[in-house]
């Protein structure tokens, strides 16, 4: 039985994933459990799971987990950050870090220094401390696998192929529920529309993110990280329909695709039981049911936060931390309804031109780097 700590539970990815785990009586088994303040849900999870570790946001949480459980099950209760590093470098078989933002970046840390095997979907974290978390991984010997399904599908087309032969990646992009329009048009589009993404049933950040393109942004110097080549090497194509997750590009111009059903389950499962492919009870890829697939060069023009996201990762240190936490503050605002959806790239562009340049070395300065950002933000959303 291999045994598996969820670190976002409550999320749209932790549901998931604890689905797949239904799949697989016997095979895989849960241990931990963190979430931040859904209590209702993660109580319900607790009970069902029985892990042995549970972390939640705060004090309050936990008292409030503690009431609604009374002494019915026996588990470490831990809280905040550091609550939270405890349940990742538990000894758990895989941790699978679903939390969403710069908060996954001290556990996914915590996770790899005590050599775990780590399922990464919590892409900020690589965005803003890749270096970190690689140094991490070699001291402390574990692995680290990617369950987002662009880099699931590239890590997939990978298996067996010699790093020598490969020319370029290619990311293939959506474009969210707003492709096709124009930016102009865009400027006041409601949380409401923006959060209704066609192909995928995701969290409200990485939606928002969807439309702005700034989650492929993301995803790109996430990809840089995980797979240890240049900027120029990684590309964006969008694919509207969502079948082809990923394409690797060899040297002779070969590409290989990954193609499936937009269903996140399936890069969850072939993370959890990696380097093992299991059936999982989830239907192929009906190719004729399909139909036509389109790819389309990207429109520059159309997606400032994807262009902000790219010139911050191939700069390096501190900016892709900043473009993080600026973007965090401007969706949360836009999701409450304090910033108009056509604002989002611009509070982003005020923070990172304001940036004097310091390094970001350690978690410290990534921390106040992202502190940084955060306030500077909150005062350009402010003012406009
Ligand atoms: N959803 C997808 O299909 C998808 C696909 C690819 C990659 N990703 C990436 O996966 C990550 C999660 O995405 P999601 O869509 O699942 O997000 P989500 O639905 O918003 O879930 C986020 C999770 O983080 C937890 N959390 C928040 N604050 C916390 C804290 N202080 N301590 C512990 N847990 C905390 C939340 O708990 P509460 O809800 O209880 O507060 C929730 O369980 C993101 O980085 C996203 O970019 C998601």
Redesign the pocket.
Known sequence: VRTVAI??????????ALEVIERHPGKLRVCGL??????G??ADQVRRYQPEWV????PE?AADLRARLGAEVPFRLL???E??CEVAAAPADVVL?????A??LA?TLAAMEAGRTVAL?????LVIGGGLLRAALARGGGRLLP???EHSAIFQCLRGTAPAEVQRLLLTASGGPLFGRRLEELRDVTPEAVLAHPT????????V?SATLM?KG?EVIEAHWLFDLPFERLAVVIHPESIVHSLVELADGTLLAHLGRPD?RL?LQYALFYPERVAGGFPALDLGAAGRLTFLPLDWSAYPCLRLALQAGAAGGAWPALLNAADEMAVEAFLAGRLPFGEIAGVVEAVLDRWGGAPAATLDEVKAADGWARRLAAEVIERR
Do not use: C, I, Y
């Not at 670190?7 to 998931?16: C, D, R, V």
């Not at 972390?55 to 705060?58: E, I, L, R, S, Y």
């Not at 979907?121 to 974290?125: F, G, L, V």
């Not at 995928?200 to 939606?207: H, L, N, Q, S």
């Open positions: 670190l976002g539970s409550t999320g749209s990815l932790g549901a998931q963190a979430a931040g303040r859904r209590m849900l993660l972390a939640v946001a705060g949480e809280w905040g950050d609550g939270l870090v679903t939390v969403v933002g908060r996954g556990p979907a919590n892409k900020e974290s369950v987002d399904s995928w049933r995701m969290g409200a950040r990485v939606t993110d989650n993301l996140m890069p």
